[in-house]
T-cell receptor, first 112, second 112 residues
Framework: TQLLEQSPQFLSIQEGENLTVYCNSS?????LQWYRQEPGEGPVLLVT?????EVKKLKRLTFQFGDARKDSSLHITAAQPGDTGLYLC????????????FGTGTRLTIIP | NAGVTQTPKFQVLKTGQSMTLQCAQD?????MYWYRQDPGMGLRLIYY???????DKGEVPNGYNVSRLNKREFSLRLESAAPSQTSVYFC???????????FGSGTRLTVV
């Protein structure tokens, strides 16, 4: 069974600070996705990375896939209250017919 | 609005009762999934359907059954509910050749 561990589990920081969330596994994945989930809603896809070492930017969010495709990180610059939510990483191994393995999640709170 | 629709949004069952959770997507996606989300455990796959007419077990299938009624609809049935099935259930779909699930907004189920 493939496992994805996220750290930290909880993070509460002031508006304007920077933060990094980590997603680690002992298994190799062909793709790694990041989702954000708000209370009472389903997760929403933020980004997919598929190449070892790949870096993608989405405004103030920077996502990186590890060289060995076993880990990933999400860095947020100048966090804003709208970034508050549950961040989930998910690994896949069957492009187009994905059975994703989800991490345990990082609950982020940005304090105004 | 295009997307994944789940019904009901909330449900309370007594132990031993049965019910069916409904899921429909209007994006013509091939693959559909049922996950459960529990605190500290992330999302765990219950059953999935890679295409119309096929279903397969995921990580935690015990106590559940599914039906892929047509390409749009994928239902999850609890034949005899147990308190351990108290959870938030999410349906998701994905198109062939695409990355990233589209999730429904979830069903919060409580079994007493």
């Amino acid at each position: 069974t493939q496992l994805l561990e996220q750290s930290p589990q909880f993070l509460s920081i002031q508006e304007g600070e920077n933060l990094t969330v980590y997603c680690n596994s002992s298994s190799v994945f062909s793709s790694l996705q990041w989702y954000r989930q708000e209370p009472g809603e389903g997760p929403v896809l933020l980004v997919t990375v598929v190449t070892g070492g790949e870096v993608k930017k989405l405004k103030r969010l920077t996502f990186q896939f590890g060289d060995a495709r076993k880990d990933s990180s999400l860095h947020i610059t100048a966090a804003q209250p709208g970034d508050t939510g549950l961040y989930l990483c998910a690994g896949g191994n069957n492009f187009g017919n994905e059975k994703l393995t989800f991490g345990t999640g990082t609950r982020l709170t940005i304090i105004p | 609005n295009a997307g994944v629709t789940q019904t009901p949004k909330f449900q309370v069952l007594k132990t031993g009762q049965s019910m069916t959770l409904q899921c429909a997507q209007d994006m013509n996606h091939n693959s559909m999934y049922w996950y459960r989300q529990d605190p500290g455990m992330g999302l765990r796959l219950i059953y999935y359907s890679a295409s119309e007419g096929t279903t397969d077990k995921g990580e935690v299938p015990n106590g559940y059954n599914v039906s892929r009624l047509n390409k749009r609809e994928f239902s999850l049935r609890l034949e005899s509910a147990a308190p351990s099935q108290t959870s938030v259930y999410f349906c998701a779909s994905i198109d062939r050749g695409a990355y990233g699930y589209t999730f429904g907004s979830g069903t919060r189920l409580t079994v007493v």
